[in-house]
């Protein structure tokens, strides 16, 4: 198709698809793998001037063994269940975006001043919702995936400005596996009366 691709971004599709995919079906091995596409996308990422996606990659690591361990133990110190599907608190909500509007302001100010990056802003835009959507992943809940559908629908025209087509054309995969993952773990939630036991103890 005329395309100009390197074997960085094609592993990088190959992985990033798997382990959202992973994700969806709530598959364990979605973190291992999903470390493994982190690690090609810091390198396709600096390549293409993206420093704050670059850079996310490498709290997406810190963030994917957080996630590993929050998965098989429950979240909780001395347990071994397995974390379930929840909706997102109004406290949660409020710490997260609090957190996402001063992380976005600030690396838009550092990019902008610190690096010749042309799109400080929307670089910084996503990376504020891709760690909010990947918190919100690490402890399973709902409204993640609504984060990351935000995320892709500014990731699809952003990589395409930057020539990266082929990983525009993954994160175009990743919406329409997103909006299945919404579906699966909305299926996933608990009984209203578990769900509200488990809002007493979060």
Known sequence: M???TSWTEVLGFATGALCVWLVARQHIAN???GIANNVFFIVLFAQ???YADAGL???FIALAAYGWWSWTHGG???TAEALPVRRTTAAEWAALGAAGAVGVLGLTLLLSRATDSTV???DAATTGLSLM????QCRKLLESWWLWIAADLVYIPLYVYKGLYLTALLYAVFLALCVAG????RRALPARGTREALGATA
């Open 2 to 4: 005329g395309w100009q």
């Open 31 to 33: 973190w291992p793998i």
């Open 48 to 50: 293409a001037e993206l």
């Open 57 to 59: 990659q490498i709290v």
């Open 76 to 78: 909780g110190p001395g």
């Open 120 to 122: 400080p802003f929307w």
């Open 133 to 136: 959507a990947t918190y919100g």
């Open 182 to 185: 919404l579906l699966g773990w």
